[in-house]
């Protein structure tokens, strides 16, 4: 009987220890191809976006290589960007609009007593190099077409600078793509809810090269 229970134990002692080591590879890997995925990307991101976004870094006095480092990860550097409709962002306007819900961030029933639901999925689709939630349009004060046309990189930087600008300029990179990812800055027990673990270290790694670059 002591044996069975000898021979157990050492046999889960042996299964946690390959399973440690598989999730470290694995996760070795993942950083590879992350990083691949970030070098081949940031030449696309340049060509496409790095005028624009020294002009809008200028202006409203935010880090160029934050900027395009979050241009790499939302868009991969890409023009046109592309968009991505969120369903879980349309059901929580919708509520909003129909009175079951008072708000959602900076908008209110009277933003959208008028909307229809097509009007309502353009407000729940990310636009533009920065990826920017149609919503926040609102708070900008423009229109969508502003934030996917020729003036995103604009829009998208006087946004960031309204919803975090003051966090950047102290250089808290972590919270900062916490935030643009999630809308809360980086949780304080370790555990990013980025819709990609690697988010953050993609976006660290990319902000290094870039700056690397100048």
Known sequence: ????????????????????????YKGYLTDIKN????????????SNYGEDVKIAA???????????ALIQLEC???????????KHVFKRLKDVRDGNRDNYENVTPRHLEDASDAALKNLATSWGPFQLMGYKCILLDVKIKDIRGEESVYYGAKW?????????????????????NTGRPYPRNGK????????????????EEYNASE
């Open 76 to 86: 991969g550097g890409k023009k046109p960007a592309g968009s991505r409709y969120e």
């Open 160 to 180: 960031i600078d309204l919803a975090y600008g003051e966090r950047l300029r102290k250089n808290e990179f972590k919270d900062c793509f916490h935030i643009h």
């Open 192 to 207: 990013p809810t980025t819709h990609d673990p690697q988010y953050i270290p993609r976006g660290l790694s990319a902000i």
């Open 1 to 24: 009987m002591k044996n069975r229970i000898f021979h157990f134990a050492g046999s889960i002692a042996v299964l946690g220890v390959l399973t440690f080591g598989y999730l470290q």
């Open 35 to 46: 990083s691949l995925k970030n070098k081949s990307s940031s030449g696309t991101a340049l």
């Open 58 to 68: 200028m202006e409203f006095d935010l880090p160029y290589s934050y900027l395009m």
